[in-house]
T-cell receptor, first 113, second 114 residues
Framework: QKEVEQNSGPLSVPEGAIASLNCTYS??????FFWYRQYSGKSPELIMS????GDKEDGRFTAQLNKASQYVSLLIRDSQPSDSATYLCAVNKWATGGFKTIFGAGTRLFVKA | EAGVTQFPSHSVIEKGQTVTLRCDPI?????LYWYRRVMGKEIKFLLH????????ESGMPNNRFLAERTGGTYSTLKVQPAELEDSGVYFC????????????FGPGTRLTVT
């Protein structure tokens, strides 16, 4: 079992719809959670961080965290074609010397115009 | 404010040769990380510096990889001798504050070993 699991996709949604991206993690001691967006051939770009249970909203993006279920999600409202990218879930877990970031393999999102 | 920069952007070398990758973190960021993404796989942690000290190098594949961060500013990652399986994209990231805080990635170096 991978430490951070994501559906590889592609997830296809029409323009203007809500895109829902999901991630599960295996280490209950994980402390902080991040969503990165990566366009093809580019580096990961941080879009959301969440540290406590519940929802966190930033513009069109909402991150949701449920530590009991070891589940974190990202909702993108009013999806735009420019949102088409791979979304990486990243989880910080405690390791020797500090926190280590574990990445999921990413979910490809395609927003159809 | 300048972001994380990496050099070179691409490198093509033959098996057995040596390559050195460089990363300049965001100014003031004490934490510096190296990651690698092999084709089709997830981004994998290699190591973590806090200033000039290696905090965690548990992700380094083997002793052909050597990372340094002299003076706590820029970092280098040397691969010597390079093998075919070392091909991939090497990312550097930096963060301020504690090691659990948000990381900002550089553009990456695409390494191809032939």
């Amino acid at each position: 079992q991978k430490e951070v699991e994501q559906n590889s996709g592609p997830l296809s949604v029409p323009e203007g719809a809500i895109a829902s991206l999901n991630c599960t993690y295996s280490d209950r001691g994980s402390q902080s959670f991040f969503w990165y967006r990566q366009y093809s051939g580019k580096s990961p770009e941080l879009i959301m961080s969440i540290y406590s249970n519940g929802d966190k909203e930033d513009g069109r993006f909402t991150a949701q965290l449920n530590k009991a279920s070891q589940y974190v999600s990202l909702l993108i409202r009013d999806s735009q074609p420019s949102d088409s990218a791979t979304y990486l879930c990243a989880v910080n877990k405690w390791a020797t010397g500090g926190f280590k970031t574990i990445f999921g393999a990413g979910t490809r999102l395609f927003v159809k115009a | 404010e300048a972001g994380v920069t990496q050099f070179p952007s691409h490198s093509v070398i033959e098996k057995g040769q040596t390559v050195t990758l460089r990363c300049d973190p965001i100014s003031g960021h004490d934490n510096l990380y190296w990651y690698r993404r092999v084709m089709g796989k997830e981004i994998k942690f290699l190591l973590h510096f806090v200033k000039e000290s290696k905090q965690d190098e548990s992700g380094m594949p083997n002793n052909r990889f050597l990372a340094e961060r002299t003076g706590g500013t820029y970092s280098t990652l040397k691969v010597q001798p390079a093998e075919l399986e070392d091909s991939g994209v090497y990312f550097c990231a930096s963060s301020q504050g504690t090691s659990g805080s948000e990381q900002y990635f550089g553009p990456g170096t695409r390494l191809t070993v032939t």
